[in-house]
């Protein structure tokens, strides 16, 4: 019997139409290989799914297909998880193969959808959506934007005054690269100007876009999601072969500002907010209650982010 590379990847995949299992390919394959023989032995594409592997399960993105499996996938025996999300058109990036559109259409008509890709409420979400909307990379906590921001507005103490930043601007470069501490508007603004790019914070609970760089003309936005304490980014997924998923849009595309409004509209509907001026919060970590403004102050010192929302205070 052949000797098996000790690098070969061994995934056991579970779906919702059983078990099956990958053995053919390393650790140092890309993930745009992976994703390929995941679709071919499941007849389900990855990026229609929410991805989990570990115990306890723990989310993953396959969202860079030159990326090698080693770096996404850190043990070569695994089981991935696939929660097939109903509606998803994929995202394949492959000239030869047409995406899945979740429709009766003409597929020569160009059909578009936004949605939120889910980043981890790890106190740095806001640096994270922004990364993966420049990028298209998940990148964990994100430190090089807080550093970027530290650095900048060191080099500029007169833009970037007390009065701009709510501190001292020494004691601000300290504040923000610390991972406990939360981003906001302060953040976002200074992220805007250094990227030369329109920011568009779309808030769940009032429908209303807050966009940084507004009056700058530039020509890229990029969108992200607030629920009152939580940025994701929004992207939009089409049936152009050659551009199926978009994390940039020209500042001349008016269509994907309604298309962000709809989905606050539709968060909204479904209660998928955080009305931090009418509840209070329970931290579920230490049991303690806050209004607003301490639930902020209570999260950015100690890290807590589970929180609870309470209509009494009891």
């Known amino acids: 019997m052949a000797n098996v590379p000790n690098d070969t990847l061994q995934l056991r995949i579970k779906t919702k139409n059983g078990q099956f299992t990958i053995d ?13 023989v995941i679709w071919s032995i499941t007849q389900i594409h990855p990026d229609n799914c929410k991805l989990m592997i570990g115990y306890p399960p723990k ?25 097939e999300i109903v509606g998803q058109s994929s995202l394949n990036n492959r000239e030869n193969v047409r995406p899945v559109i979740p429709f009766n259409i003409n597929e020569d008509k160009l059909i578009r959808r936004m949605d939120r890709i889910e980043v981890p409420a790890n106190n740095s ?36 005054n007390e009065g701009f930043l709510g501190k001292p601007n020494d004691e601000y470069q300290k504040w923000i690269r610390n991972e406990d501490h939360w981003g906001g508007g302060i953040e976002l603004s200074i992220l805007s100007a250094y990227y030369e790019i329109e920011i568009v914070a779309v808030d769940t609970q009032n429908e209303r876009l807050n966009r ?11 969108f992200l999601i607030f629920d009152g304490i939580h940025y994701d980014p929004l992207v939009v997924h089409s049936n152009d072969l050659d551009n199926p998923i978009q994390t940039s849009f020209s500042s001349d595309d008016f269509e994907v500002i309604e298309m962000a409004l709809d989905v606050a509209r539709k968060a909204k509907a479904k209660h998928q907010y955080t009305d931090l001026n009418k509840m209070y919060l329970k931290c579920n970590q230490c049991n303690r209650l806050f209004d607003q403004n301490q639930a902020r102050k209570h999260a950015s010192s100690t890290g807590h982010i589970n929180f609870s929302e309470l209509t009494d205070k009891k």
Request: contains cysteine; charged residues 30%; proline residues 5%.
């Open 212 to 222: 940084f760089g507004e009056d700058k003309n530039y020509p890229r936005r990029i």
């Open 24 to 36: 053919t390919l390393r650790m140092s394959s890309t993930i745009g290989e992976l994703k390929s």
């Open 125 to 160: 979400c806001l640096f994270v959506s922004v990364h993966f909307c420049l990028t298209g990379e998940i990148q964990e906590k994100c430190p090089r934007l807080r550093n970027l921001i530290a650095e900048t507005v060191r080099s500029d103490p007169i833009t970037y």
């Open 59 to 83: 989310e993953i993105f396959l969202v860079d297909d030159e990326q090698l499996v080693k770096e996404i996938i850190p043990n070569r025996r695994e089981t991935l998880i696939m929660d």
